[in-house]
């Protein structure tokens, strides 16, 4: 069984900008993540086509402006799941 959580308010948080403001790379994973299941880093980049530096600076601006959030994995501390709030 996977457990994670939330840091607190992390689900609360509102985006800042329109999600058409945001990069070609930041809407793609934004795509990707729609469906609101968690994912890890390297499930998403398996989906593009883009070198790995590029998928973790997309997942960071949505980070940052609200769109994503990132939840930990108690069973296994290695891995980072990142989902729609």
Do not use: C
């Not at 994670?4 to 070609?24: A, H, S």
């Not at 402006?65 to 290695?78: L, M, P, Y």
């Amino acid at each position: 069984m996977t457990t994670y959580t939330v840091t607190p308010n992390q689900d609360m948080i509102e985006p800042r900008i329109p999600e058409d403001k945001l990069p070609g790379s930041a809407q793609a994973v934004l795509n990707i993540l729609e469906d609101h299941e968690p994912r890890t880093f390297s499930e998403i980049s398996g989906q593009v086509k883009w070198a790995p530096r590029t998928v973790r600076n997309a997942l960071r601006r949505l980070i940052e402006e609200g769109f994503v959030v990132r939840k930990f994995n108690f069973s296994d501390a290695r891995q980072v799941y990142y989902m729609r709030p």
